[in-house]
């Protein structure tokens, strides 16, 4: 068992950025693939970040290249993402999700995920 709390979510003008914080508890996680998805009102979820634990090598979705940054701190157990130029678009809950195995960009192969953290984007 995995558990996920995420924290930093809130409200943010356009072009300004947020980090978001997931802390993850449980097991070990040397086989463990930490993700990002978000889910904006009324649109399927989104992948946005995903990392192997082990190897902290992240991959983005096309809506995160070139403006966010995921990262992990594996004496502390939390993996970040750092959201710059931030745009309304950007506007929706945001989930830290955790699988065994590799990352994966498909929400449903994570079988454990946090209670989600609101990002709205506006003037």
């Known amino acids: 068992q995995v558990q996920l709390v995420e924290s930093g979510g809130g409200s943010v003008q356009p072009g300004g950025s947020l980090t978001l914080s997931c802390a993850a508890s449980?097991?070990?996680?040397?086989?463990?693939?930490m993700g990002w998805f978000r889910q904006a009102a009324g649109k399927e979820r989104e992948f946005v970040a995903s990392?192997?634990?082990?190897?902290?090598?992240?991959y983005y979705g096309s809506s995160a290249e070139g403006r966010f940054t995921m990262s992990r701190d594996t004496a502390k157990n939390t993996v970040d993402l750092r959201m710059n130029s931030l745009k309304p678009e950007d506007t929706a809950i945001y989930y830290c999700?955790?699988?065994?195995?590799?990352?994966?960009?498909?929400?449903?192969?994570?079988?454990?995920w946090g209670q989600g953290t609101q990002v709205t984007v506006s003037s």
């Open positions: 999700a955790a699988r065994l195995g590799v990352p994966n960009i498909v929400s449903t192969n994570y079988p454990y």
């Open positions: 449980g097991r070990t996680f040397s086989n463990v693939a």
């Open positions: 990392m192997s634990w082990s190897a902290g090598i992240p």
